[in-house]
Every structure is written in structure tokens, then in C-alpha cells.
């Protein structure tokens, strides 16, 4: 089955930091760009950060950059969200996706003190 | 950045007939050096993730039914559903991927009349 899944959402307290997740299996991970896209409650899809094969470039939205890190470990089929200095405007369902067809059932991050 | 407007907001629309969101993006979405419009539609619906039904502008993604169509060019789009079934109640979102930061329309909701 050709699928992605995201772990590792929680409670975070305003400046904390969370690391997420997802493993890809039933594809081809290593020649796949991939994404991060969130929804903050009752919004609408904000996209978050862009990696492409290899990890060759990055890119941000202006929201995030320089406090979150996208990254990738081929060897392994997992891409990562590396999220530090969170603020509460952050809190949402975070999707992994492959570039535009393939998206997981996403992880919930809560910024609250 | 490219600011992706939709409208209508919410569209209200009996069982078999045809709906039609539109959305209009800041500046040009076509990306020169493949010819292609980078614009995509998806569908969500409530507590899952987003669903890809169209990229390239009017290219349906494997699967999707016919009933849905997209179309247009260089700054104006239109995603079609030429005969509405209780299925399609859902959130529908255009999104550019052109260029970084790639940005989503705010989201129609299509709704039964």
C-alpha cells in the first residue's frame, strides 16, 4: 500500500520545540520532493516547507523560516519537521506529502501553555 | 508571494447539477519551461487529509471521477463538477505551485441545496 504517516505531534509550551515525522512505504521515497502543509482548527491549508530529492534545497514559508527545519533520511523512507521556538499561532494538523498526490492523516500539534 | 482567491465562499448546490468554484491567482502560475500551468484543486472533507483532484490546471489525478474538470489559463481557473453527488460535500481548495511559497486559495465549501 502506498502510503505516508506522521507521529510525533503533542502539548508544547509557547518556545518549546517538537520534532515530527513521517515514514513513506509502497514507493519510491528517495526520488519523491516532499512537503509539510498544516491547518491551523477551523482554517484553511497552509503550506509549510518543500524538500526535494536528496535534500539538494530547501524552501520555507516565511512563517516558519528560521525557526522549523525540514530534512530527510532516505535510507530510512522518513522525512522530518524539526520545529523549535513554536508559538501558539503554530497549533494544527500537520500533513506529509508527496509533492502534490500523497498526504498522511496528519499529526496535531498544540502550542499552549 | 501569489495570493489564490476563490470564490464563492460557500456553494450552495442541488443533487445533479453542476457546480463551478473559480479561482484567480495575483500573477501568472505558468511555469515557462515545461508549458504548464502549476495549479492544482483538492478536496477535503472533514478529518481528512486533502485529496488531489486536478494538477496541471486540467489534468485529473488517477481515479477521480470525470465528473470533475478543471480548466483555464494564466491567472484564471475554474474547477467543475458537472453533476453534484451527496459524496462531493466537501471543502475544495486551489493551490499554485509555480513558485515558493507555493499558496492555497481560502477554500470553497460545497454544500447540498
Known amino acids: 500500500e502506498v502510503k505516508v504517516v506522521e507521529s510525533g505531534g503533542g502539548l508544547v509550551q509557547p518556545g518549546g520545540s517538537l520534532r515530527l515525522s513521517c515514514v513513506a512505504s509502497g514507493f519510491s521515497f528517495s526520488t519523491s520532493e516532499m512537503n509539510w502543509v498544516r491547518q491551523a482548527p477551523g482554517r484553511g491549508l497552509e503550506w509549510v516547507a518543500h524538500?526535494?530529492?536528496?535534500?539538494?534545497?530547501?524552501y520555507y514559508a516565511d512563517s516558519v523560516r528560521g525557526r522549523f527545519t525540514i530534512s530527510r533520511d532516505d535510507s530510512k523512507n522518513s522525512l522530518y519537521l524539526q520545529m523549535d521556538s513554536l508559538r501558539a499561532e503554530d497549533t494544527g494538523v500537520y500533513y506529509c506529502?508527496?509533492?502534490?498526490?500523497?498526504w498522511g492523516q496528519g499529526t496535531l500539534v498544540t502550542v499552549s501553555s | 508571494d501569489i495570493v489564490m482567491t476563490q470564490s464563492p465562499d460557500s456553494l450552495p448546490v442541488s443533487l445533479g447539477e453542476r457546480a463551478t468554484i473559480t479561482c484567480k491567482s495575483s500573477q501568472t502560475v505558468l511555469y515557462s519551461s515545461q508549458n504548464k500551468h502549476f495549479l492544482a484543486w483538492y478536496q477535503q472533507k472533514p478529518g481528512q487529509p486533502p485529496k488531489l483532484l486536478i494538477y496541471s490546471a486540467s489534468t485529473r489525478e488517477s481515479g477521480v471521477p470525470d465528473r470533475f474538470s478543471g480548466s483555464g489559463s494564466g491567472t484564471d481557473f475554474t474547477l467543475t463538477i458537472t453533476s453534484l453527488q451527496a459524496e462531493d460535500v466537501a471543502v475544495y481548495y486551489c493551490?499554485?505551485?509555480?513558485?515558493?511559497?507555493?499558496?492555497f486559495g481560502q477554500g470553497t465549501k460545497v454544500e447540498i441545496k
Open positions: 493551490q499554485q505551485y509555480a513558485d515558493v511559497p507555493w499558496t
Open positions: 524538500i526535494t530529492t536528496s535534500g539538494r534545497r530547501l
Open positions: 506529502g508527496r509533492y502534490l498526490d500523497l
